[in-house]
């Protein structure tokens, strides 16, 4: 696999945790307003409550999105330790704030001191080439 396939995949990682993270928040938040209605019957469903369904599928979800993340994760992980053994600080720090962080050229230019976006293309050309040969 080459390095910027490798990197774009992790880019996308990293947009699904977060995705992820947002999922997880808004089935808490769907988890924490299922209320009971209280009128001291019981129900005739014989299977279990209202309440009782909604967080076992809610349950169900959280765990389909446990084993997603996992999977991102790790892709991550992976990605971070090459990027780690890259000597030259410059490199690493534009394959981390493009593919880690997805921040745009303009604002790596911006972060990095070039003077146009030519050269940080340029520059993460070359932390691609070294990271190939990590690979």
Same mark, same amino acid.
């Given at each position: #696999?080459?390095?910027?396939?490798? #990197?774009?995949?992790?880019?996308?990682?990293?947009?699904?945790?977060?995705? !992820?993270?947002?999922?997880?928040?808004?089935?808490?938040? %769907?988890?924490?307003?299922? @209320?009971?209605?209280?009128?001291? #019957? +019981?129900? =005739?469903?014989?299977? @279990?409550?209202?309440?009782?369904?909604?967080?076992? @599928?809610?349950?169900?979800?959280?765990?389909?999105?446990?084993?997603?993340?996992?999977?991102?994760?790790?892709?991550?992980?992976?990605?971070?330790?090459? !990027?780690?053994? !890259? +000597?030259?600080?410059?490199?690493?720090?534009?394959?981390?704030?493009?593919?880690?962080?997805?921040?745009?050229?303009?604002?790596?230019?911006?972060?990095?001191?070039?003077?146009?976006?030519?050269?940080?293309?340029?520059?993460? =050309?070359?932390?691609?080439?070294?990271?190939?040969? %990590? #690979?």
């Amino acid at each position: #696999m080459q390095a910027k396939e490798f #990197m774009q995949q992790v880019r996308k990682a990293e947009s699904e945790l977060k995705l !992820i993270a947002m999922k997880r928040r808004h089935y808490e938040d %769907l988890a924490a307003s299922i @209320g009971v209605k209280l009128t001291g #019957m +019981p129900s =005739g469903s014989g299977g @279990g409550s209202r309440v009782e369904t909604a967080a076992v @599928g809610l349950t169900i979800l959280t765990s389909q999105l446990t084993e997603k993340e996992k999977e991102y994760a790790a892709l991550v992980r992976k990605a971070e330790k090459l !990027i780690d053994k !890259i +000597p030259q600080e410059k490199f690493r720090k534009v394959l981390t704030l493009r593919y880690l962080c997805g921040i745009s050229w303009r604002s790596i230019q911006d972060e990095m001191a070039y003077n146009d976006e030519k050269s940080v293309y340029r520059c993460n =050309g070359y932390a691609l080439k070294e990271l190939q040969k %990590l #690979m």
